[in-house]
C-alpha cells in the first residue's frame, strides 16, 4: 500500500511473507498468515492440539525470521528443552520451502493438557533455542542460541534480536484452529499468522537506548536509556494487535498493516511465497544407509527388510539390506 492506501502490489494472500516499510517510524517488518501449509504439514502428525499450536508458532517465526535472508540458503530453527514437548525442529529455504516436526512425550503432553498448562512455557520447559543459517556447502554457518526458560517463542525471538543481532524487534505469533461443516461432516482446519517489526534508523545512535549496554557488575542495576519516540510508537501500535486479527481470513496480511500503519504510510513489498516441501528423498536415505557399518545395518533390519520413516514429512522408505555393503 502507498501512504495514501492504495495497494501496489497483488495481495499476498495465505502462506506468503509480506515485507513491509513504515518509513516515517523507521520501521521494516514481514507479515504472514498461514493457512493450507501449516495444515498440510500438521496433518502429516498426530499431534496433539497443544503440540500442533507450538509447532505452528514455531512455523511462522522461522518464516519471518528466514525470509529476510538474501541469499541461496536455509534457516534452521530448533528447541532443545527438558519439558514434554523436548524438541521442534523447522527447515526454512530460501526459495520458500519447508518442513516441521516436532518430538514430544505423549503421557507428559497428556497431563499437560488435562492440567490446563498447555502455554509454550509449560510445554517447552527450560533450554535452549538455536537459530542457524546455513548458506551452504562452501560457506559457513552462522549460529545464534538463546535461552528458554519457561518463556514463549515471542520472547525468546525478542532476546536473539537484542544479544545476537542488536536490533529493537517485536514479534507477533498466534495459531488457531478453524471448525466448519462440509457436506455435513465437521473439518478442523489451523490458520497461524505473524509479525515482525524492527526499528532500523539510518543514525545508529538512535538504536542504541532500546538495547543492552553490556554485562553489569552482580547485583548492579543498570538504568535503562529512554527509547526513540519513533519506536516507542511503533511498539505500541503492534502492541494493539489481538491474536484473533493475526489468525483471520477476513483480516489478511494487507489489511492489518493498514490498520496498524495507515496514520503513517505503510508500503508492501511483493511477497515471497511459502509452500510445504520436504527435502526428503529415497537418493538421500539410500546415500545415508551406504554409509552404515555392518552393525549398523544389522540393527536396523526388521522382518528382513529396512523400513525408514522422514520424521518431518512421514514419507516411507523401504530397502533391500542385501543392497548394502554392511548388510550383505
Known amino acids: 500500500m502507498s501512504e495514501a492506501g492504495v495497494q501496489t502490489v497483488a495481495p499476498a494472500g495465505d502462506d506468503a511473507a509480506l515485507p513491509f516499510e513504515v518509513a516515517a517510524l523507521d520501521v521494516r517488518g514481514r507479515a504472514i498468515q498461514m493457512g493450507p501449509v501449516l495444515n498440510t504439514i500438521l496433518a502429516g502428525h498426530a499431534y496433539p492440539d497443544s503440540v500442533s499450536k507450538l509447532l505452528g508458532e514455531a512455523l511462522v517465526l522461522a518464516v519471518l525470521l528466514g525470509s529476510s535472508l538474501k541469499f541461496d540458503g536455509k534457516f534452521i530453527l530448533q528447541t532443545d528443552t527438558d519439558g514434554p514437548v523436548d524438541m521442534l525442529v523447522v527447515d526454512y529455504r530460501t526459495d520458500g520451502g519447508m518442513r516441521g516436526y516436532a518430538r514430544f512425550d ?85 490458520r497461524a499468522g505473524g509479525l515482525i517489526v524492527q526499528f532500523l534508523p539510518k543514525a545508529p545512535e538512535r538504536i542504541r537506548a532500546d538495547l543492552p549496554g553490556g554485562d553489569a557488575p552482580e547485583g548492579m542495576e543498570v538504568e535503562a536509556g529512554a527509547e526513540d519516540d519513533a519506536w516507542v510508537e511503533a511498539q505500541s501500535l503492534v502492541g494493539t494487535i489481538e491474536d484473533h486479527e493475526l489468525t483471520d481470513p477476513a483480516v489478511p496480511a494487507e489489511r492489518l498493516l493498514f490498520r496498524l500503519f495507515h496514520e503513517r504510510g505503510v508500503r508492501v513489498f511483493s511477497p515471497i511465497q511459502v509452500v510445504d516441501r520436504c527435502s526428503c528423498s529415497r537418493e538421500k536415505v539410500e546415500g545415508l544407509l551406504e554409509s552404515f557399518s555392518a552393525e549398523e545395518i544389522a540393527e536396523s533390519i526388521e522382518d528382513g527388510g529396512i523400513a525408514v520413516t522422514c520424521e518431518f514429512c512421514g514419507r516411507k522408505y523401504a530397502f533391500d539390506p542385501d543392497q548394502f555393503s554392511g548388510g550383505s
Open 106 to 190: 505423549a503421557e507428559k503432553v497428556a497431563a499437560a493438557e488435562a492440567e490446563g498448562r498447555t502455554e509454550p512455557g509449560a510445554l517447552l520447559g527450560k533450554g535452549v533455542l538455536a537459530m542457524t543459517i546455513d548458506q551452504g556447502p562452501e560457506m559457513s554457518r552462522y549460529q545464534g542460541i538463546v535461552p528458554l526458560d519457561g518463556g514463549t517463542l515471542e520472547d525468546a525471538g525478542h532476546t536473539y534480536f537484542r544479544q545476537s543481532e542488536q536490533i529493537p524487534t517485536r514479534i507477533r505469533l498466534a495459531v488457531a484452529e478453524f471448525q466448519s461443516r462440509e457436506t455435513g461432516e465437521l473439518v478442523r482446519t489451523w
